[in-house]
């Protein structure tokens, strides 16, 4: 069937194949939609839909390919590319609000912005877009402050319906999909053409790390930290911590670690005027126990930092394009949970990792999303992650048993799953509150 859709391939091309295969995980599945279109425009897009009306084809859609289970590919389906759709940013000074595409990555939309001095709390990987990190809600910069990006910083959307008609939704005008939008991710009702988001001023970036060697330690140290993390100033402020062993980064090291000792990453970053004032949002972590002052690896004293500064750091634990195959999950820690209840349900999943590549994540948010706002709706004291790489897919097995029986035990003190940590084929953890799911299936 020759297509009539422009920017279309269709499976046999080596262009379809490459196209299929841009995702950020190397584990791509065997899953081979129809055709693959990589609209220019909102017009082509809603030609994509009509198409795939006509022809009886599910269409499965794509932003930047960071998903790491790859759900926008749809056997025998139509996938929509966003990755050149409006790819003008436009900014009106008048109401401080920027428009940009699903396809614009964090990098993209972060340089447009500081030229013209301004900021918005994009995710953390530079390579993520728009369209993913907002329809999952959107874990940006300082969301322990702001909140969730979608649920604070988006204004409207521009949306192409099943049906092929482009509507525009707000909190006035097609409302429901406006509301089901952030915290719906693969599930959204049509396919997100343009983004209008709100600005602020950009400030300085400052941040300080300390890397303790928690091997012998790691329980009370974790407990030391989510202690800590609740007397550092919420606004402008990132808590970052994460595990990962001292061979990471090894050039000759293997599939699992030989060095078995797990470093442990306390980091904050700031938004800030001055390094005076990111060092009062800082100063609860200025004297460390000497029970794990002793354990210090290194310490990376207060300092302005440039945004390809906090992206390098960020791709260290997250390395690409060397053949890694990748899994993750995650739970939405319950705020009812005691913090003890949390360090005995997370520990094997930040401590007992894999793989010699992988790494886990803590992060406190203290989110607590009203389910007549938006999808997303699952109140969380933190999130905590693991994201598990490896190489050779003869481990693939192994691993995916490993984060199932790991996640198994962490969800005793989940309220949930970050919903583009949601793997279909593997737990079925909840994404929304049950009135917020009774209102989606009202939608569907």
């Known amino acids: 069937m020759a297509s009539s859709l422009p ?25 081979h939609p129809t055709e693959i279109v990589s609209p220019t425009t909102t017009g082509e897009v809603v030609a994509a839909v009509k198409y795939a009306r006509q022809h009886g084809l599910k269409i499965g859609v794509r932003s930047g390919g960071h998903l790491f289970f790859c759900n926008a590919l749809v056997d025998r389906g139509l996938l929509i590319d966003t990755s050149n759709l409006n790819q003008n940013i436009q900014y009106d000074a008048a109401t401080e609000i920027a428009t940009v595409s699903p396809g614009h990555r964090v990098e993209a939309v972060i340089n447009y912005l500081r030229q013209i001095n301004r900021f918005f709390p994009a995710g953390h990987s530079r390579s993520v877009a728009l369209g993913g990190f907002l329809l999952a809600g959107g874990q940006g910069w300082f969301m322990r402050g702001w909140g969730y990006t979608a649920d604070r910083w988006v204004t409207q959307l521009e949306v192409v319906t099943s049906e092929g008609k482009i509507v525009i939704a707000n909190k006035n005008q097609n409302a429901d999909l406006f509301w089901a939008a952030p915290g719906s991710g693969q599930g959204f009702f049509g396919v997100v053409t343009r983004i209008w988001i709100k600005t602020i001023p950009a400030r300085k970036l400052y941040d300080m790390t300390i890397i303790v060697d928690s091997t012998e330690i790691f329980k009370p140290l974790l407990k030391y930290v989510m202690s800590t993390s609740k007397k550092v100033p919420k606004y402008g402020v990132d808590l970052f911590f994460a595990t990962f062993y001292a061979d990471k980064d090894d050039p000759n090291g293997g599939h699992e670690s030989k060095a078995k000792r797990v470093f442990f990453i306390i980091n904050q970053m700031m938004f800030a005027d001055s390094i005076e004032e990111a060092g009062v949002l800082a100063s609860p972590w200025n004297v460390l126990p000497d029970e794990f002052k002793k354990h210090t690896v290194a310490t990376i004293p207060l300092a302005e930092r440039t945004w390809e500064e906090l992206w390098a750091s960020q791709e260290s634990l997250q390395p690409q394009g060397n053949g890694e195959r990748w899994n993750v999950d995650s739970i939405l820690v319950d705020p009812n949970a005691s913090d003890d209840d949390v360090i005995d349900a997370i520990t094997p999943a930040l401590f007992d990792l894999p793989t010699r590549l992988s790494s886990g994540t803590f992060c406190p948010i203290d989110y607590y999303p009203d389910e007549r706002n938006q999808a997303l709706s699952l109140p969380q004291k933190a999130y905590v992650s693991t994201m598990l790489c490896w190489k050779d897919a003869k481990y693939d097995a192994a691993v995916d048993k490993w984060l199932l029986d790991a996640y198994t035990k962490a969800d005793e003190v989940s309220s949930g799953v970050y919903v583009a940590d949601f793997n279909v084929k593997h737990r079925k953890p909840k994404v929304s509150s049950q009135q917020a799911m009774a209102n989606m299936r009202k939608q569907d």
């Open 7 to 31: 920017n279309s391939v269709s499976k046999g091309s080596q262009a379809y194949d490459e196209l299929r295969r841009r995702f950020f995980n190397g584990r791509v599945p065997g899953v």
